[in-house]
């Protein structure tokens, strides 16, 4: 059934105050006549009784289909909202896309990086929503760096001291950016504390262990794995065994161990994660 369709089962506020109105006219009439005429039948006690009765079922019965309503327009809504904030998301990631899209070495860097983040929170048996809430922040984690010189982020040499201190500047950028939208304030989190290590040793906030949330110690491991399988403009993708090594070298260091071990596994079971499309 339609909301529509479910709009025209509705019945009106009116219409249930004249039923309640003639309820307490009936009862008031009834009472009146037992206490005015003794002994005289004008509205028997049955009839009372079940005009009382029907009326209170059928506003029962109805009231029900009204809260059937509601739901239904309820449901409705919360649909409406989803896909809006869907497409205020799609906009945005857009944005990145065509971002990193100017450059080829970074080209398709946030796909990747989000899809191998949504299968390792499966490995890890995390619940869909918390894996619908790692892709939007994966697909949005790099926003931030759309306020950086491209002079500095396609620098083909060694990045200075400055270049640094501009570079690091982009996760609270990105929360900046995605401040406005307030269905966003978990992925905020997890966009912001990205690029933090798991020894505490990271930035923005230096914070560590199991204070980073799980979702930001998971794009740490999937974006620098991205970051080592890539082609660079000053060397080739690294090779497996480096890239491995490297991870385990550094779990419990940079990264969450047991991330790491999931995502390692997850390397074993689908070999595709290495391809850069
Ligand atoms: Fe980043």
Same mark, same amino acid.
């Given at each position: 059934?339609?909301?529509?369709?479910?709009?025209?089962?509705?019945?009106?506020?009116?219409?249930?105050?004249?039923?309640?109105?003639?309820?307490?006219?009936? %009862?008031?009439?009834?009472?009146?006549?037992?206490?005015?005429?003794?002994?005289?039948?004008?509205?028997?006690?049955?009839?009372?009784?079940?005009?009382?009765? *029907?009326?209170?079922?059928?506003?029962?019965?109805?009231?029900?289909?009204?809260?059937?309503?509601?739901?239904?327009?309820?449901?409705?809504?919360?649909?409406?909202?989803?896909?809006?904030?869907?497409?205020?998301?799609? %906009?945005?990631?857009?944005?990145?896309?065509?971002?990193?899209?100017?450059?080829?070495?970074?080209?398709?860097?946030?796909?990747?990086? %989000?899809?191998?983040?949504?299968?390792?929170?499966?490995?890890?048996?995390?619940?869909?929503?918390?894996?619908?809430?790692?892709?939007?922040?994966?697909?949005?984690?790099?926003? *931030?760096?759309?306020?950086?010189?491209?002079?500095?982020?396609?620098?083909?040499?060694?990045?200075?001291?400055?270049?640094?201190?501009?570079?690091?500047?982009?996760?609270?950028? *990105?929360?900046?950016?995605?401040?406005?939208?307030?269905?966003?304030?978990?992925?905020? !989190?997890?966009?912001?504390?990205?690029?933090?290590?798991?020894?505490?040793?990271?930035?923005?906030?230096?914070?560590?262990? !199991?204070?980073?949330?799980?979702?930001?110690?998971?794009?740490?491991? %999937?974006?620098?794995?991205?970051?080592?399988?890539?082609?660079?403009?000053?060397?080739?993708?690294?090779?497996?065994?480096?890239?491995?090594?490297?991870?385990?070298?550094?779990?419990?260091?940079?990264?969450?161990?047991?991330?790491?071990?999931?995502?390692?596994?997850?390397?074993?079971?689908?070999?595709?994660?290495?391809?850069?499309?």
């Amino acid at each position: 059934m339609t909301v529509e369709q479910k709009k025209k089962s509705h019945v009106s506020n009116t219409f249930k105050l004249w039923s309640v109105g003639i309820v307490f006219f009936l %009862t008031f009439f009834h009472l009146y006549a037992v206490y005015a005429y003794p002994g005289v039948p004008i509205v028997s006690d049955k009839v009372l009784l079940a005009t009382v009765l *029907g009326l209170v079922v059928y506003l029962w019965i109805q009231e029900l289909r009204d809260r059937e309503r509601l739901q239904a327009i309820n449901l409705a809504l919360i649909k409406a909202q989803r896909q809006l904030e869907r497409a205020e998301i799609d %906009t945005i990631a857009t944005l990145v896309l065509t971002e990193e899209a100017k450059d080829p070495y970074t080209r398709g860097h946030s796909k990747r990086v %989000t899809r191998c983040a949504v299968e390792t929170a499966e490995e890890l048996g995390l619940a869909a929503d918390e894996c619908r809430m790692i892709e939007r922040a994966g697909i949005l984690h790099d926003i *931030g760096k759309i306020g950086i010189s491209d002079n500095i982020l396609h620098k083909s040499g060694k990045l200075n001291e400055e270049d640094w201190i501009a570079i690091k500047k982009h996760p609270r950028r *990105g929360v900046e950016i995605l401040e406005p939208l307030k269905f966003l304030s978990r992925e905020n !989190e997890i966009i912001c504390h990205h690029h933090e290590r798991f020894d505490g040793k990271g930035y923005p906030d230096g914070i560590k262990g !199991e204070g980073i949330p799980l979702g930001a110690r998971i794009l740490a491991v %999937t974006d620098t794995f991205d970051a080592m399988n890539s082609k660079r403009p000053y060397r080739e993708p690294l090779t497996e065994d480096i890239i491995i090594s490297e991870l385990k070298n550094n779990s419990g260091s940079q990264f969450d161990p047991v991330v790491v071990g999931a995502f390692l596994k997850l390397l074993r079971k689908k070999p595709s994660l290495w391809e850069q499309d």
